[in-house]
Protein backbone atom coordinates (compact mmCIF):
# COMPACT_ATOMS: atom_id res chain seq x y z
CA UNK A 1 0.00 0.00 0.00
CA UNK A 2 0.74 3.71 0.07
CA UNK A 3 0.38 5.71 2.53
CA UNK A 4 -0.59 9.54 1.42
CA UNK A 5 0.08 13.13 3.45
CA UNK A 6 -1.45 16.11 2.77
CA UNK A 7 -0.68 19.51 3.40
CA UNK A 8 -1.17 23.10 3.18
CA UNK A 9 -4.58 23.64 3.70
CA UNK A 10 -5.93 27.09 5.25
CA UNK A 11 -7.58 29.84 5.22
CA UNK A 12 -7.52 32.32 2.15
CA UNK A 13 -9.66 35.20 1.11
CA UNK A 14 -11.61 35.37 -2.05
CA UNK A 15 -9.48 35.40 -5.20
CA UNK A 16 -6.09 34.29 -3.42
CA UNK A 17 -4.20 30.73 -3.89
CA UNK A 18 -3.00 28.37 -2.16
CA UNK A 19 -1.26 25.09 -2.56
CA UNK A 20 -1.76 21.53 -1.55
CA UNK A 21 0.80 18.73 -1.49
CA UNK A 22 0.59 15.30 -1.44
CA UNK A 23 3.58 13.33 0.11
CA UNK A 24 3.50 9.45 -0.60
CA UNK A 25 5.36 6.40 0.94
CA UNK A 26 5.06 2.95 0.58
CA UNK A 27 4.87 0.68 -2.45
CA UNK A 28 6.31 2.37 -5.90
CA UNK A 29 4.55 5.93 -6.59
CA UNK A 30 5.73 6.41 -10.16
CA UNK A 31 3.15 4.61 -11.86
CA UNK A 32 0.13 5.41 -9.61
CA UNK A 33 -2.73 7.57 -10.83
CA UNK A 34 -3.03 10.19 -8.80
CA UNK A 35 -6.15 12.01 -7.92
CA UNK A 36 -7.77 14.93 -5.71
CA UNK A 37 -11.25 14.95 -4.16
CA UNK A 38 -13.04 17.58 -2.23
CA UNK A 39 -15.56 17.42 0.64
CA UNK A 40 -17.83 20.21 1.61
CA UNK A 41 -19.91 19.96 4.70
CA UNK A 42 -23.55 18.05 4.00
CA UNK A 43 -22.30 17.30 0.38
CA UNK A 44 -20.52 14.54 -1.47
CA UNK A 45 -16.50 13.77 -1.96
CA UNK A 46 -16.44 15.64 -5.55
CA UNK A 47 -14.00 15.16 -8.04
CA UNK A 48 -11.50 17.86 -8.23
CA UNK A 49 -8.54 16.34 -10.83
CA UNK A 50 -6.20 13.32 -11.73
CA UNK A 51 -2.72 12.98 -13.19
CA UNK A 52 -0.99 9.78 -14.27
CA UNK A 53 2.34 8.57 -13.76
CA UNK A 54 3.21 10.15 -17.04
CA UNK A 55 1.31 13.38 -16.64
CA UNK A 56 -1.73 13.69 -18.72
CA UNK A 57 -4.03 15.44 -16.39
CA UNK A 58 -8.02 16.02 -16.51
CA UNK A 59 -10.24 18.57 -14.10
CA UNK A 60 -13.56 19.46 -13.13
CA UNK A 61 -15.12 21.79 -14.83
CA UNK A 62 -15.77 23.56 -12.11
CA UNK A 63 -11.70 23.91 -11.61
CA UNK A 64 -10.93 24.36 -15.01
CA UNK A 65 -8.39 27.40 -15.70
CA UNK A 66 -7.91 27.98 -11.74
CA UNK A 67 -6.76 24.50 -10.21
CA UNK A 68 -3.59 22.71 -11.69
CA UNK A 69 -2.46 19.10 -10.61
CA UNK A 70 1.22 17.95 -11.16
CA UNK A 71 3.69 15.60 -9.97
CA UNK A 72 6.92 15.24 -9.24
CA UNK A 73 7.82 11.30 -9.27
CA UNK A 74 11.49 11.59 -7.75
CA UNK A 75 10.15 13.50 -4.76
CA UNK A 76 6.90 11.25 -4.72
CA UNK A 77 4.44 14.07 -3.91
CA UNK A 78 1.84 15.80 -6.31
CA UNK A 79 0.57 19.48 -5.91
CA UNK A 80 -2.63 20.73 -6.32
CA UNK A 81 -2.05 24.85 -7.61
CA UNK A 82 -5.50 26.53 -6.35
CA UNK A 83 -5.83 30.03 -7.93
CA UNK A 84 -8.85 32.15 -7.66
CA UNK A 85 -10.22 30.56 -5.41
CA UNK A 86 -13.76 31.24 -4.15
CA UNK A 87 -15.76 30.87 -1.28
CA UNK A 88 -17.89 27.34 -2.91
CA UNK A 89 -13.91 26.13 -3.09
CA UNK A 90 -14.29 25.52 0.97
CA UNK A 91 -14.10 22.25 1.98
CA UNK A 92 -11.69 19.10 2.88
CA UNK A 93 -9.56 18.47 0.10
CA UNK A 94 -8.34 14.91 -0.18
CA UNK A 95 -5.42 13.02 -2.32
CA UNK A 96 -5.90 9.51 -3.51
CA UNK A 97 -3.99 6.69 -5.33
CA UNK A 98 -4.90 3.97 -7.90
CA UNK A 99 -3.32 1.72 -10.12
CA UNK A 100 -2.51 3.74 -13.45
CA UNK A 101 -5.50 3.40 -15.99
CA UNK A 102 -6.53 5.54 -18.84
CA UNK A 103 -8.85 7.03 -18.94
CA UNK A 104 -7.94 8.99 -15.97
CA UNK A 105 -10.91 7.92 -12.95
CA UNK A 106 -12.71 10.85 -11.74
CA UNK A 107 -15.14 8.32 -9.44
CA UNK A 108 -14.16 8.51 -5.66
CA UNK A 109 -14.83 4.46 -5.81
CA UNK A 110 -11.95 4.32 -8.28
CA UNK A 111 -9.18 5.07 -6.04
CA UNK A 112 -8.07 2.67 -3.58
CA UNK A 113 -5.57 4.70 -1.14
CA UNK A 114 -6.45 8.23 0.25
CA UNK A 115 -5.12 10.65 2.89
CA UNK A 116 -6.41 12.27 5.61
CA UNK A 117 -7.29 15.69 4.22
CA UNK A 118 -6.61 18.87 4.69
CA UNK A 119 -9.38 21.66 5.13
CA UNK A 120 -9.45 24.38 2.34
CA UNK A 121 -11.57 27.84 3.60
CA UNK A 122 -11.97 30.52 1.59
CA UNK A 123 -13.58 33.88 3.00
CA UNK A 124 -15.98 36.06 1.29
Known amino acids: QVQLVESGGGLVRTGGSLRLSCAASGRTFSADTMGWFRQAPGKDREFVAA???????TAADSVKGRFTISRDNAKRTVDLQMNSLKPEDTAVYYCAATAPRLPLPVRSWEYSQWGQGTQVTVSS
Open 51 to 57: ISWSGLT
